[in-house]
């Protein structure tokens, strides 16, 4: 794709943001100077249930972070509140430093656990949803930026393909390029992989990697599978129960392509295991 059509398409984004060193472990504040992705003592309250207290994380640029945590800690509120989908929280939720009430929540992408497809359109329609509303999806550039997410996530020759004739991790893949299509700075993902067989989930997963790696998204990733979290982050970020707060942080230093059975890798998830309390 062209430089051309990728400035037609693309929405502005702050100044001034940097990559910086992730460090780790129970601080994960500490762990960016300037990150993409700023949450600072985030509370939620649904009427009596306190969703989320005081939950504190700094995401860097090009960083990838997996969010674990028991079921009903506060994953999916979380995700919520940084997409802009809850407005009523405490503490304050930046995107490249804009709080999310005031628009920094525009620069977030979003792929759910279920593909959320158009029927009656095609994966080109579909992964168009996702451009700019100021962006005419028929204009030369947008094609050529929808095309080029088609192809990033392998699916070329699917563009006229309706949902029903791709397989399940296909339509994932159509969901993720529809979050890619925005060119956000931060891609969120909700269990995106939960639905799909065992050997559909790992393909899913290396493709992730290789769009993550070729496009330098920064990614969070809320998913119950420790194996996948450790597998494909650089910090996995332990939810406590509820009401959901940071547990612990695990770095995962370890160089790609990682195999699943490598023995730090298995050892890093008995610590994830462990901070859970499973
Ligand atoms: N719209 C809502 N109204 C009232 N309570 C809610 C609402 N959404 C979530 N909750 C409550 O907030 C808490 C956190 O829910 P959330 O779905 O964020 O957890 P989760 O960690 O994503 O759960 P799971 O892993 O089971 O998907 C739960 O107690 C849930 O019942």
Redesign the pocket.
């Known amino acids: 794709m062209s430089s051309d059509a990728d400035a037609d398409v693309t929405p502005s984004s702050a100044d001034g943001v940097d990559a910086a060193t992730p460090t780790g472990e129970a601080d994960p504040d500490s762990s960016t100077a300037d990150p993409v992705l700023a949450v600072d003592d985030l509370r939620?309250r649904?009427?009596d249930?306190v969703?989320?207290d005081g939950v504190d994380l700094a995401v860097a640029d090009e960083e990838f972070v997996a969010v674990v945590?028991?079921?009903?800690?506060?994953?999916?509120?979380?995700l919520?509140v940084l997409s802009g989908l809850e407005a009523e929280f405490g503490g304050r939720v930046a995107v490249d430093g804009t709080d999310v009430r005031d628009g920094g929540s525009d620069a977030v992408g979003m792929v759910f656990q279920e593909p959320r497809l158009l029927d009656w359109a095609d994966v080109r329609e579909n992964v168009a949803v996702g451009l700019p509303s100021d962006v005419d999806p028929a204009s030369p550039p947008a094609r050529e930026r929808v095309d080029d997410l088609i192809e990033t996530v392998g699916l070329d020759g699917f563009a006229e393909s309706r949902p029903d004739e791709l397989s399940g991790g296909m339509a994932q893949r159509v969901s993720l390029a529809r979050g890619l299509a925005y060119d956000p700075s931060v891609l969120l993902l909700d269990?995106p992989f939960s639905a799909l067989d065992r050997l559909t989930k790992a393909d899913q997963q290396d493709h992730l990697l290789d769009v993550w790696e070729e496009r330098g998204t920064t990614v969070v990733l809320?998913t119950?599978d420790v194996e996948e979290a450790v597998y494909l982050a650089d910090r996995v970020v332990v939810?406590s129960g509820?009401?959901?707060t940071v547990a612990s942080v695990v770095d995962v230093d370890i160089d790609r392509p990682r195999d699943r059975a490598d023995a730090d890798l298995v050892a890093l998830r008995r610590e994830v295991t462990d901070a859970l309390g499973r």
Do not use: I, N
């Open positions: 939620k649904y009427d249930t969703a989320l945590g028991p079921s009903g800690c506060g994953k999916s509120t979380l919520r269990e809320v119950h939810l509820q009401p959901g």
